[in-house]
Protein backbone atom coordinates (compact mmCIF):
# COMPACT_ATOMS: atom_id res chain seq x y z
CA UNK A 1 0.00 0.00 0.00
CA UNK A 2 1.37 3.37 -1.03
CA UNK A 3 1.37 5.71 1.33
CA UNK A 4 3.19 9.48 1.61
CA UNK A 5 4.34 10.86 4.79
CA UNK A 6 4.95 14.13 5.49
CA UNK A 7 6.55 15.90 8.49
CA UNK A 8 8.40 19.14 8.98
CA UNK A 9 5.86 21.72 9.70
CA UNK A 10 5.45 23.76 12.35
CA UNK A 11 5.09 27.36 13.74
CA UNK A 12 7.96 29.95 13.15
CA UNK A 13 8.17 34.03 13.33
CA UNK A 14 8.17 35.76 9.83
CA UNK A 15 11.90 35.49 7.88
CA UNK A 16 12.16 32.02 9.28
CA UNK A 17 12.47 28.86 7.82
CA UNK A 18 11.55 25.30 7.64
CA UNK A 19 12.27 22.30 5.55
CA UNK A 20 9.71 19.79 4.79
CA UNK A 21 10.24 16.34 4.19
CA UNK A 22 8.13 14.13 2.16
CA UNK A 23 8.32 10.48 1.46
CA UNK A 24 6.66 7.99 -0.23
CA UNK A 25 6.48 4.35 2.21
CA UNK A 26 5.48 0.50 0.41
CA UNK A 27 8.22 -0.81 -0.89
CA UNK A 28 8.30 1.13 -4.74
CA UNK A 29 11.11 0.95 -7.04
CA UNK A 30 12.07 4.85 -7.62
CA UNK A 31 11.50 4.00 -11.51
CA UNK A 32 7.75 4.26 -10.49
CA UNK A 33 7.67 7.94 -8.86
CA UNK A 34 7.90 10.51 -12.00
CA UNK A 35 7.09 14.19 -10.91
CA UNK A 36 6.81 14.99 -6.80
CA UNK A 37 5.56 18.00 -5.93
CA UNK A 38 4.17 20.14 -2.89
CA UNK A 39 0.89 21.91 -2.81
CA UNK A 40 -0.71 24.11 -0.11
CA UNK A 41 -4.25 24.99 1.12
CA UNK A 42 -4.93 28.29 3.77
CA UNK A 43 -8.61 28.30 5.20
CA UNK A 44 -11.07 29.60 2.45
CA UNK A 45 -8.54 29.08 -0.69
CA UNK A 46 -8.20 26.60 -2.89
CA UNK A 47 -5.26 24.32 -3.37
CA UNK A 48 -2.54 25.53 -5.09
CA UNK A 49 0.41 24.66 -6.63
CA UNK A 50 3.75 25.32 -4.67
CA UNK A 51 6.27 23.58 -6.69
CA UNK A 52 7.09 20.53 -8.34
CA UNK A 53 9.98 18.35 -9.71
CA UNK A 54 10.41 15.61 -12.37
CA UNK A 55 11.93 12.36 -11.93
CA UNK A 56 15.28 14.20 -14.08
CA UNK A 57 14.85 16.82 -11.30
CA UNK A 58 13.46 19.38 -13.70
CA UNK A 59 11.60 22.23 -11.55
CA UNK A 60 8.79 24.50 -11.49
CA UNK A 61 7.53 27.16 -8.37
CA UNK A 62 4.98 29.57 -8.04
CA UNK A 63 5.83 33.35 -8.70
CA UNK A 64 4.98 34.00 -4.84
CA UNK A 65 7.69 31.40 -3.84
CA UNK A 66 10.44 31.89 -6.42
CA UNK A 67 13.78 32.77 -4.77
CA UNK A 68 12.62 31.83 -1.16
CA UNK A 69 11.78 27.97 -1.71
CA UNK A 70 13.78 25.26 -2.95
CA UNK A 71 12.58 21.88 -4.04
CA UNK A 72 14.86 18.91 -3.79
CA UNK A 73 14.25 15.11 -4.08
CA UNK A 74 16.75 12.07 -3.04
CA UNK A 75 15.43 9.16 -5.64
CA UNK A 76 17.10 6.84 -3.63
CA UNK A 77 15.05 7.43 -0.36
CA UNK A 78 11.43 8.16 -2.56
CA UNK A 79 11.48 11.54 -0.52
CA UNK A 80 10.88 15.48 -1.61
CA UNK A 81 12.28 18.27 0.40
CA UNK A 82 10.66 21.63 0.17
CA UNK A 83 13.43 24.34 2.22
CA UNK A 84 11.33 27.60 2.73
CA UNK A 85 13.49 30.80 3.47
CA UNK A 86 12.12 34.25 4.29
CA UNK A 87 8.93 32.73 5.27
CA UNK A 88 5.76 35.08 5.30
CA UNK A 89 2.48 35.18 7.39
CA UNK A 90 0.96 34.87 3.82
CA UNK A 91 2.48 31.20 3.06
CA UNK A 92 0.74 30.07 6.29
CA UNK A 93 -1.38 27.03 4.81
CA UNK A 94 -1.52 23.28 4.80
CA UNK A 95 0.98 21.90 2.99
CA UNK A 96 0.57 18.74 0.91
CA UNK A 97 2.67 16.14 -0.99
CA UNK A 98 2.04 15.17 -3.94
CA UNK A 99 3.33 12.19 -6.60
CA UNK A 100 2.43 10.14 -9.54
CA UNK A 101 3.54 6.88 -9.05
CA UNK A 102 3.20 4.57 -12.29
CA UNK A 103 1.59 0.75 -11.40
CA UNK A 104 0.31 0.77 -7.95
CA UNK A 105 -2.10 1.65 -9.15
CA UNK A 106 -1.22 4.79 -11.41
CA UNK A 107 -2.29 8.25 -9.86
CA UNK A 108 -1.52 10.85 -7.97
CA UNK A 109 -1.15 10.08 -4.73
CA UNK A 110 -1.69 12.63 -1.62
CA UNK A 111 0.25 13.28 1.82
CA UNK A 112 -2.16 13.96 4.73
CA UNK A 113 -1.26 17.08 5.23
CA UNK A 114 0.97 19.54 7.43
CA UNK A 115 0.23 22.44 8.69
CA UNK A 116 2.96 25.43 8.80
CA UNK A 117 2.55 28.90 10.71
CA UNK A 118 3.84 32.56 10.25
CA UNK A 119 3.31 34.75 12.68
CA UNK A 120 4.61 38.08 12.44
Known amino acids: QVQLVESGGGLVQAGGSLRLSCAASGNIPSTRIDAMGWYRQAPGKQRDLVADITSRSGTNYADSVKGRFTISRDNAKNTVYLQMNSLRPEDTAVYYC????????????WGQGTQVTVSS
Open 98 to 109: NALIWGYPTRNY
